[in-house]
């Protein structure tokens, strides 16, 4: 008997993660979880869900290093905590999105 995926699956990584389409807030095109799943925009064109894809595995690829964690009030960078309420999520400036930005 086969295994049949919920329609919200999009695809399994590597380890067995699954990649989840679902509605996300307005402005956020994808989403990793701290414990590696993915999770993109299900609005978004195919083309933008295959961008949204390459960026956050970038963020997952940080995670498993321990680069990058997370939580309500922080994001870890390197040991540095960065507070969410000062800063501006998905800022092409942050050290973090500059490396999903550029292998994205």
């Known amino acids: 008997m086969g295994y049949k995926m919920k329609n919200n699956v999009v695809d ?3 380890d067995g993660k699954p990649i989840l389409k679902e509605s996300l807030e307005k402005g956020v095109n994808g989403i990793t979880l ?3 799943t993915i999770v993109v925009d299900k ?5 933008q869900q295959k961008l949204a894809i390459s960026h956050e595995k970038v963020h997952r690829d940080q995670i498993i290093r321990g680069d990058l964690s997370y939580d309500d009030e922080n994001v870890y960078w390197k040991g540095k905590s960065y ?4 800063m501006k ?3 092409k400036s ?3 999105e500059k490396e999903a930005y550029k292998k994205q």
């Open 43 to 47: 609005n978004l064109s195919p083309i």
């Open 83 to 86: 507070p969410r309420k000062k």
């Open 34 to 36: 701290n414990d590696g």
């Open 89 to 91: 999520e998905g800022s």
């Open 12 to 14: 399994l990584l590597s």
């Open 94 to 96: 942050l050290e973090w």
